[in-house]
């Protein structure tokens, strides 16, 4: 079975700094390529990065690039998000999911972990 | 970066009615169109993707279709466990957008 296990999150303050940790198992993690989407409270999805199976391609949201740091750890089936500078329009939930892909092609976000929610606050 | 609108906001369908929900882009997306189920305190579920390809394990009340700039998902006889938040999402480059999300509720 596919599990993506997310660890991390909790309250900090504006400025502060926080490490999000998606940990994969059932799948052959280092195949996929792997995405950080957030939700903030009573809103809808919004994408917040993406990295590449080994990790040498790495895109950002405008909203958190120079601030949120994406990184992969394939010998530990993990994945990363360092996100540094936090303000208070960051408070969501954060998930991390898998991009499928069918015939080389993308086809959405098939797995996703359980989410772990970010609070930036005083 | 591609604006996804879905309408309505909130659809209030009884069980057993069919619910259809539109998702459009502010430009062409071929057919590289996601939809996802989200309930309560849960992560969303992939049901649809290519626009009209159920994902593994959806049942067949669930379609899609469309191309280009609109598409719809259609729940042809919705059951309790239907009710949820849905949305879109385009995957027609490497900067994924979804739409704000439609909440179908019990009417």
């Known amino acids: 079975e596919v599990q993506l296990v997310q660890s991390g999150g909790g309250l900090v303050q504006p400025g502060g700094s926080l490490r999000l940790s998606c940990g994969g198992s059932?799948?052959?993690?280092?195949?996929?390529?792997m995405n950080w989407v957030r939700q903030a409270p009573g809103k809808g999805l919004e994408w917040v990065s993406y990295?590449?199976?080994?990790?040498?391609?790495?895109y950002y949201a405008d909203s958190v690039k120079g601030r949120f740091t994406t990184s992969r750890d394939n010998a530990k089936n993990s994945l990363f998000l360092q996100m540094n500078s936090l303000r208070a329009e960051d408070t969501a939930v954060y998930y991390c999911?898998?991009?499928?892909?069918?015939?080389?092609?993308?086809?959405?976000?098939?797995?996703w972990g359980q989410g772990t929610l970010v609070t930036v606050s005083s | 970066e591609i604006v996804m609108t879905q309408s309505p906001a909130t659809l209030s369908v009884s069980p057993g009615e069919r619910a259809t929900l539109s998702c459009r882009a502010s430009?062409?997306?071929?057919?590289?169109l996601a939809w996802y189920q989200q309930k309560p305190g849960q992560a969303p579920r992939l049901l649809i993707y290519?626009?009209?390809t159920r994902a593994t394990g959806i049942p067949a009340r669930f379609s899609g279709s469309g191309s280009g700039t609109e598409f719809t998902l259609t729940i042809s006889s919705l059951q309790s466990k239907d009710f949820a938040v849905y949305h879109c999402?385009?995957?027609?480059?490497?900067?994924?957008?979804f739409g704000g999300g439609t909440k179908v509720e019990i009417k």
């Open positions: 290519g626009a009209s």
């Open positions: 999911a898998r991009e499928a892909r069918m015939f080389g092609g993308v086809i959405g976000l098939d797995n």
């Open positions: 430009q062409s997306v071929g057919s590289n």
């Open positions: 999402q385009q995957y027609n480059n490497w900067l994924l957008t």
């Open positions: 990295i590449s199976s080994t990790g040498s391609i790495i």
């Open positions: 059932g799948f052959t993690f280092s195949s996929f390529e």
